[in-house]
């Protein structure tokens, strides 16, 4: 993204009697880690005028103003009979107040789940909101063959979740399911095959922790994803030309969390939406590093539950805000459960927000620890609102908890089969494959970085280009995405560079500071002391497994030092780097 360009809504006819008001932003809305890709996004609301209107879904407050200031333009707000919310949330809430506030638009009757309901009349104490509780039966009908059908959609992240459809349109609103975080000028999916990417990291970050869930709501749209023409999300680009491939790679992502052989429950109780904010960001670096994860809102799920999900994970994560010194309830419970249902043997980790002193995190910290369990990472504990850094920080604890995890599954394994011995052989075999040792260099949103990789191959001679395997714990925020540049630079065999790359986490910032650096064409680093940089541009990436696989021209390149070889990566196993 290079390009800021003010917020504005985009509007476009996309079936009978109906439109879509896209409230777009450039920029990153928020710093959820959802929308790490920094592609802005957009918050797609629609307009059904019949006999009677209805407005789906209108944005979060980031938009009130132009929202409202559009719809002017399409109808008079007395006009609008009915306003669907395919979930409510704070944002939401105050967009509606500024609807209502209007005094044109006392006659809205809200249609949504019971959920919603409770959440929208405790907003709005003082009012007497017309409600009506959408049910899978239920039907509105709204003259000229729109007669909405309801299909409630509840998962963990959104128990009052709605999907609506129009017959007349053959258009299904599926909220927050088969959207994106991607602001562009296409309302529709022409170029899907682009999509790819966004769509999955979407998916990962939003559903891969609910996907049981998920795939039950599958199975209750079955009847009209069969039939429908268009998916109307939430958010990115309307779904035309890819439905019957995007539904079934929803299908497929929520097969692969089934299938993973580590299971992990991140569970926390957020009162302010820090620590759920955290909490997404641990989730997302477990699961970019293989793992299946259940994230459970202490608030909303019953003992029972929380039970049985410590019972069978393979390891759990608690995340607690702090309030007047404690821990809230739910988490209490919840880790009183852990500590007389969960098996010692489990790895155990803590975050949490707090605003001065953070007991809480200690609390819980030192309950787990005392008990016995071992943890996958430090404690994390992030003052008041996350920052893009500390998000960083968990999407990495994420990734460490895991290979901590399958570490410590690896020892306790017994090794006695003839085909684990196998395995064993096939490891050795396969780490005989060397590479040569190189640093990438990026520069992305105003900020250097860097990894070491061995993991390097030439892969075609015209136009001159290579490969490289990226780990997906690498997190998106420095993974090279198409069109980006970077220079790899190729280390000199007997110079001990790659010391400055092999420190912990802590000193990340400082590592390019450490030695000497100059810039390249494409704005990335090249090593003073590298053997050759090529300066690349990334074609295309491909998702193999648990890596990666990125395909990059070479735009240019230089040999620094005519004298002395490649340094060469050497390893026992093909289980290491
Ligand atoms: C009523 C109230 C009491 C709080 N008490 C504490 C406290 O005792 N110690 C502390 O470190 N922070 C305290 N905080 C700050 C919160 O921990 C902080 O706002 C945190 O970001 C909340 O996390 P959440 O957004 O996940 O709910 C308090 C905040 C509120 C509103």
């Keep these: 993204m290079t390009e800021t360009k003010p917020r504005d809504v985009q509007v476009a006819e996309i079936g009978a009697n109906t439109t879509v008001l896209r409230s777009r932003t450039?920029?990153?809305?928020?710093f959820e880690i959802e929308y790490a890709r920094q592609k802005g996004t957009t918050a797609n609301s629609y307009l059904i005028q019949a006999d009677k209107t209805v407005l789906i879904d209108p944005p979060g407050e980031s938009f009130t103003e132009i929202f409202l200031e559009e719809l002017y333009h399409h109808t008079y707000l007395q006009r609008i009979n009915y306003v669907i919310l395919g979930h409510i949330n704070s944002n939401r809430i105050n967009t509606l107040k500024a609807l209502l506030g209007q005094e044109a638009a006392p006659q809205i009757t809200f249609v949504c789940t019971r959920a919603a309901e409770v959440a929208l009349r405790s907003a709005f104490p003082h009012w007497n909101l017309r409600v009506i509780v959408a049910n899978a039966e239920d039907?509105?009908?709204?003259?000229?063959?729109?007669v909405l059908q309801f299909i409630p959609t509840p998962t963990p992240r959104y128990?009052?979740?709605?999907?609506t459809y129009d017959p007349a349109t053959r258009i299904l609103y599926t909220d927050k399911l088969f959207g994106s975080h991607l602001c562009d000028e296409p309302v529709f999916d022409e170029k899907w095959k682009l999509l790819d990417e966004d769509r999955r990291y979407y998916f990962d970050c939003l559903h891969a922790s609910q996907f049981r869930q998920v795939e039950t709501a599958l199975d209750k749209l079955a009847p009209f994803s069969a039939i429908a023409k268009i998916y109307a999300p939430n958010h990115g680009p309307m779904v035309r030309y890819s439905v019957s491939r995007f539904t079934f790679d929803y299908r497929y992502w929520c097969e692969r969390q089934q299938v993973q052989d580590l299971n992990i429950a991140v569970l926390y109780a957020s009162a302010y939406g820090n620590t759920a904010i955290l909490g997404n960001a641990i989730a997302q670096g477990l699961i970019q590093s293989g793992a299946a994860v259940q994230t459970i809102n202490c608030e909303l799920?019953?003992?029972?539950?929380?039970?049985?999900?410590?019972?069978?994970?393979?390891?759990?994560?608690?995340?607690?805000p702090t309030l007047a010194g404690h821990a809230p309830t739910q988490i209490q419970t919840a880790l009183g459960i852990a500590l007389s249902s969960a098996a010692r043997t489990k790895l155990a980790g803590v975050f949490g927000s707090y605003g001065w002193s953070g007991e809480a995190i200690d609390l819980v910290h030192t309950k787990l620890q005392d008990a016995g369990y071992r943890m996958g990472f430090e404690p994390i504990r992030v003052k008041f609102k996350p920052t893009d850094e500390t998000l960083r920080e968990c999407e990495l604890a994420g990734a460490e908890f895991v290979q901590t995890l399958k570490k410590t599954k690896k020892i306790r394994a017994p090794r006695q089969t003839g085909v684990e011995v196998q395995a064993d052989r096939t490891e050795q075999a396969v780490g005989r494959i060397t590479g040569s040792l190189c640093v990438i260099t990026t520069h992305r949103f105003s900020k250097h970085q860097e990894m070491l990789t061995s993991w390097v191959s030439q892969a075609t001679f015209n136009p001159p280009g290579l490969t490289i395997a990226v780990p997906m714990s690498q997190g998106e925020a420095t993974l090279p995405t198409i069109g980006s540049q970077f220079v790899l630079n190729v280390l000199k065999e007997g110079r001990n560079l790659r010391r400055f790359f092999l420190k912990s986490v802590a000193n990340e910032d400082d590592r390019l500071g450490a030695i000497d650096t100059h810039p390249a064409n494409n704005g990335c680093?090249?090593?003073?002391?590298?053997?050759?940089?090529l300066e690349c541009t990334v074609q295309s990436r491909m998702e193999c497994g648990d890596h990666w696989l990125i395909y990059a021209t070479v735009d240019n390149g230089k040999v620094l030092e005519a004298v002395g070889v490649t340094a060469v990566q050497h390893r026992k196993s093909a289980m290491q780097y």
């Design 139 to 146: 039907t509105i009908d709204l003259g000229q063959g729109h």
């Design 301 to 320: 799920a019953s003992p029972a539950e929380i039970t049985q999900i410590l019972q069978e994970c393979d390891g759990f994560i608690f995340g607690t």
């Design 26 to 30: 450039w920029d990153r809305l928020r």
């Design 525 to 533: 680093l090249i090593l003073d002391e590298a053997l050759s940089y």
């Design 159 to 163: 128990p009052d979740g709605l999907c």
